[in-house]
């Protein structure tokens, strides 16, 4: 979850003021600060996107563990929070510099949302054989076995492959997250601005982790349908239906089976669940930046 979070605080939380911070100390800050706001948001929020799998999985919400074993998958999410928000951090700060040298403008949110899809594409390289070892634990189909995460993706890779196996599910992750940063960052950039005109008050932790709250949860009830094809792939095993068809295939499938709801499946846990953490990830960094004295301007 901390790579699905980490992506939210990048348009606004990397703007600090490197003429008077120094570009060092801004990209280890960032870097740092979120990399460990994402693992006690992992920690902490995990029951909630447990839930969330288990009502996506092919398998229905009971069959797939129901509210038994609720922090099972925990490990390779912790594991795996810090290094994604890492590569997400380094490619996104790369990518900013690029894309304003060469558009000749700055901080300007179609920079942002170019240098933030570039890295989510670069973060998935982790994040998809993260996602793949928590699901199936989530979903108790690696404890059928008792199998640890990584005897989960060593299973994948012998039987399955690199490609089909670790990275099953590469493009459906993709898809799900490239939309979602096109949503969440202009809104995030527009609650931000308007902050201080309509309420009349300064810019606080409290109001940037509001702003990243309200900016992450439309994101993620809108791209659900997407997380659920995400989630169907990557759950699938080698005899699967689903091993064989592409994302447009299975989102149809879903819907003449459950029609709407089935599409919308977990709508509610993930919602909250990216909601809560964004409050939680904004306001943390952001209360970070301040106490270490940071140039901000949110």
Known sequence: MAADLARDTAAGSLELNMQESGPKFTFLHALVAGGVAGVVVDIALFPIDTVKTRLQSELGFWRAGGFRGIYKGLAPAAAGSAPTAALFFCAYECGKQFFSSVT???????????????????????????????????TLLGHKQQLSAFQILLR??????????????????IMRE??????????????????APVTGYESTPLSVALCGAVAGGISAGLTTPLDVVKTRIMLAEKDSMNRRRNAHTILHGIYLERGFSGLFAGFVPRVLWITLGGAFFFGFYDLTTRLLGANTDH
């Not at 890295?119 to 998935?124: F, G, P, T, Y």
């Not at 012998?158 to 599910?169: D, V």
């Not at 940063?181 to 202009?186: E, G, N, R």
């Open 104 to 138: 000749h403008t700055k901080d300007s949110p179609y920079v942002h949302m170019a240098a933030a899809s570039a890295a989510e594409v670069l973060a998935c390289l982790i994040r998809v054989p993260v996602e793949i070892a928590k699901q199936r634990s989530q």
């Open 178 to 195: 490239i939309p979602f940063s096109l949503i969440q960052f202009p809104l995030w950039e527009y609650f931000k601005l308007q902050w």
């Open 156 to 173: 994948a890779y012998r039987t399955e492959g690199l490609r089909r196996g670790l990275y099953r599910g590469f493009g459906s992750t």
